[in-house]
């Protein structure tokens, strides 16, 4: 299949393409050039488990004459997932349950999009015979997702900056004590924004890009939003095909990739009554819902950190569908967006959509009344999708997208207790390995030039 940009200006590109490129060259994102209709196959896709099922799913988006290549990566990248339903299904109570998304290597939901990343990496790295330098900034999660996803690849090598001391040790230990000599976490003396700066100031080099052969691991490459797709479709899968339209998927959300996943699948025939996007109090998505208006705001740190983002990168993909797959209008409006930091957008948003926003003190509480109303422990991003409060006649699912493991302050805090995980008590025993690199654009590319050869092959 061919994708093409939310902002028309791009030739139609091929699937390996789209994801090298991760931004269009027109400043867009990438989307398929037309969503398939699932309707004929859900029948038979019942019966799959969730490795077959990922594997066809993501089949009608494979390349011609790479479907076998293809396929084995979506096998691989679901490998190293701990449960054997990979992504269970746990019934809370009547019309209530939990998708489990963190039974991943780093416990989050971003390593189903990383893991698939890195081998499609791997891929193209064996298919062009150049080796690839990845670079990205973290502030916590994804940068241990992206790690683990591209761990041991052979010739890729891995440069993630962070800021020194103000991410979680847990978060810092899963970057840092892996082992492999082809990962570099590099401490930046500054804050995120600075390494999120020094990033951008990376790419913007067209030469450093070229002679490292620079990539990305960003939250907006099309594979990412792709492979979160399969894991609402298994969900609905799981109930009776007479029962689903009556599915509300509540989902935590930053970047708005989790909750654009389902709402495509549901465009791709695959019946539900709707959505809700929990945010934590950095609220412009449930301002959005609420009234119409796309208004950026300050960021304020919150017990849920991988949602503290006050523009949401995916949400250029939601208004390409909603303005009716117009290139122009979506230009137009993020234009709008960029030069006055606001855009109203009334009634743009359908029935099918609702929101809620809680700040720190709503999540405690929040944890505390999952913890005694259901007898289940969510982690401080999963707490603020239950604000939500089931509605009669519907089957809520909310998405969990953190092992509370990964939180210990927050939940001692909400709980006095600290639920722990075995991955996460091994890191313990291991060495840290950090590089600690001044917060300038020469330092962290000398450190690239430098480190970045692993033998391909
Ligand atoms: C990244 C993240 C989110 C937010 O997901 P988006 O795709 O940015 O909306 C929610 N919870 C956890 C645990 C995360 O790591």
């Not at 979680?168 to 924004?193: H, K, N, W, Y």
Request: hydrophobic share 45%.
């Amino acid at each position: 299949m061919n994708f093409v940009s939310t902002r028309g200006g791009t030739a139609p590109v091929s699937f390996a393409e789209a994801v090298a490129l991760g931004l269009a060259p027109d400043g867009g994102l990438f989307v398929p050039a037309e969503l398939p209709d699932l309707r004929p196959r859900l029948a038979e896709w019942e019966a799959l488990d969730y490795p077959a099922l990922a594997e066809a799913f993501l089949g009608l988006f494979a390349d011609e004459g790479a479907e076998a290549d293809f396929r084995r990566t979506v096998r691989e990248s679901l490998a190293r997932f701990g449960h054997p339903e990979v992504a269970p299904l746990v019934r809370l109570g009547e019309g209530v349950s939990v998708l489990e998304l963190f039974h991943g290597p780093t416990l989050a939901f971003k390593d189903f999009a990383l893991q698939w990343l890195g081998r499609l990496y791997a891929g193209q790295v064996e298919r062009e015979g150049r080796e690839l330098a990845v670079l990205g900034a973290t502030s916590g999660d994804t940068g241990a997702a992206a790690i683990h996803g591209l761990l041991g690849l052979p010739g890729v090598s891995l440069f993630i900056l962070y800021p020194d001391g103000r991410i979680s040790p847990l978060q810092e230990r899963q970057m840092a004590c892996t082992g492999d000599p082809a990962v570099f976490p590099l401490a930046i003396e500054g804050s995120f924004d600075d390494a999120q700066a020094i990033v951008k100031e990376a790419f913007g080099d067209e030469a450093f890009r070229r002679e490292v052969g620079l990539s990305a691991v960003n939250s907006i490459n099309l594979a990412r939003i792709l492979a979160q797709c399969v894991y609402y479709l298994w969900a609905a899968l799981r109930f009776p095909a007479g029962e689903r339209g009556r599915i509300r998927f509540v989902v935590p959300t930053g970047n708005f990739g989790n909750v654009l996943a389902g709402w495509m699948v549901a465009r791709m025939g695959v019946p539900v009554a709707g959505f809700t996007v929990a945010t934590n109090q950095n609220d412009i998505l449930d301002r959005f819902f609420r009234t119409g208006e796309y208004r950026i705001g300050g960021v304020a740190p919150s017990l849920a950190p991988s949602m503290d983002i006050q523009v949401a990168s995916n949400f250029e993909r939601f208004l390409y569908y909603a303005v009716g797959e117009d290139p122009v209008r979506v230009g137009a409006v993020m234009a709008d967006f960029r030069a006055s930091g606001r855009v109203e957008l009334p009634g743009i948003a359908g029935e099918e959509w609702a929101s809620r926003a809680s700040d720190d003190r709503a999540i405690g509480d929040l944890l505390r009344a999952v913890d005694r109303r259901y007898g289940y422990t969510a982690d401080p991003h999963t707490a603020c999708g239950f604000a939500w409060e089931p509605r009669a006649g519907e089957e809520t699912v909310y998405l969990a997208t953190a092992h509370p493991a990964k939180f210990p302050a927050a939940m001692e805090e909400a709980l006095g207790r600290v639920p722990i995980h075995p991955t996460l008590e091994a890191l313990r025993e291991r060495e840290l390995v950090k590089y600690p690199v001044p917060a300038a654009i020469g330092a962290v590319q000398a450190f690239v030039r430098s480190h970045r050869s692993r033998p391909a092959g």
